[in-house]
T-cell receptor, first 114, second 111 residues
C-alpha cells in the first residue's frame, strides 16, 4: 500500500511571504490530520478532517493558517503571512478509523522562515 | 487538558545495554496510548497501541507496558539500529481521534 505523500520536502521563505503544503493520504482513509513539529518537540495537531469536513481546528492559528480538503481526498495547508516561529516540520497523517492501528504519517515538509 | 511528559529527554546506551523510557500522562478517559518511532527526516512510525492498565505488547527488542498514570517502553539488548526518537501519545475518549504527543526521548545506541 502506498504511504502518505507530501510535497514539497523542503521550503525556505522570507517572513511575511505565503507558502502552501500538499498532502495525499492513503487511499480509503477518511480521516486526515495536519501536525506541526517544532525541532526537539513532539507533533502538535493543527487540524483534523473527517472526509472533507473539519472535526478539530482548535489549535490552528486561523489568522494566518488555513487548510482545505476538497472531495475528501487531497489536502492543502497554507500559511499567509509566515512568521519566523512557523519554522517547523509540517506532518500530514491519515487513518481509516479512530486510529486503533495508529496513524500513518508522511515524511513531512520542513519549512524554514528567514 | 490532556498532557504527556516523556523522560529522559535523551538517552545514550551501549549496544546490549537494556533500558526503559517513561511516558507519564494525564487524560480524561483514556481510549489508547500510542508509541511511535521517528527517524531523522522522517515521519513517526507506529509501534504499539495500549488500551488498559496491565496491558503489554512486544515487538522485537521493544516491550511497552501501561499503568493508570504512565507507560514504559523497555528496550532489551539494543542495537545501533534502535537509535531513534521514541514518541508517546494519548488519545482521549472525548477527543475524537486526536493524538496528544509528548516531547519524545532521543535514543542513541553506540556499538
Amino acid at each position: 500500500e502506498a504511504g502518505v505523500a507530501q510535497s514539497p520536502r523542503y521550503k525556505i521563505i522570507e517572513k511575511r511571504q505565503s507558502v502552501a503544503f500538499w498532502c495525499n493520504p492513503i487511499s480509503g482513509h477518511a480521516t486526515l490530520y495536519w501536525y506541526q513539529q517544532i525541532l526537539g518537540q513532539g507533533p502538535k495537531l493543527l487540524i483534523q478532517f473527517q472526509n472533507n469536513g473539519v472535526v478539530d481546528d482548535s489549535q490552528l492559528p486561523k489568522d494566518r493558517f488555513s487548510a482545505e480538503r476538497l472531495k475528501g481526498v487531497d489536502s492543502t495547508l497554507k500559511i499567509q503571512p509566515a512568521k519566523l516561529e512557523d519554522s517547523a516540520v509540517y506532518l500530514c497523517a491519515s487513518s481509516s478509523n479512530w486510529g486503533a492501528d495508529g496513524y500513518t504519517f508522511g515524511s513531512g515538509t520542513r519549512l524554514t522562515v528567514v | 487538558e490532556d498532557q504527556v511528559t516523556q523522560s529522559p529527554e535523551a538517552l545514550r546506551l551501549q549496544e546490549g545495554e537494556s533500558s526503559s523510557l517513561n511516558c507519564s500522562y494525564t487524560v480524561s478517559g483514556l481510549r489508547g496510548l500510542f508509541w511511535y518511532r521517528q527517524d531523522p527526516g522522517k515521519g513517526p512510525e507506529f509501534l504499539f497501541t495500549l488500551y488498559s492498565a496491565g496491558e503489554e505488547k512486544e515487538k522485537e527488542r521493544l516491550k511497552a507496558t501501561l499503568t493508570k498514570k504512565e507507560s514504559f517502553l523497555h528496550i532489551t539488548a539494543p542495537k545501533p539500529e534502535d537509535s531513534a526518537t521514541y514518541l508517546c501519545a494519548v488519545q482521549a475518549k472525548a477527543a475524537g481521534n486526536k493524538l496528544t504527543f509528548g516531547g519524545g526521548t532521543r535514543v542513541l545506541v553506540k556499538p
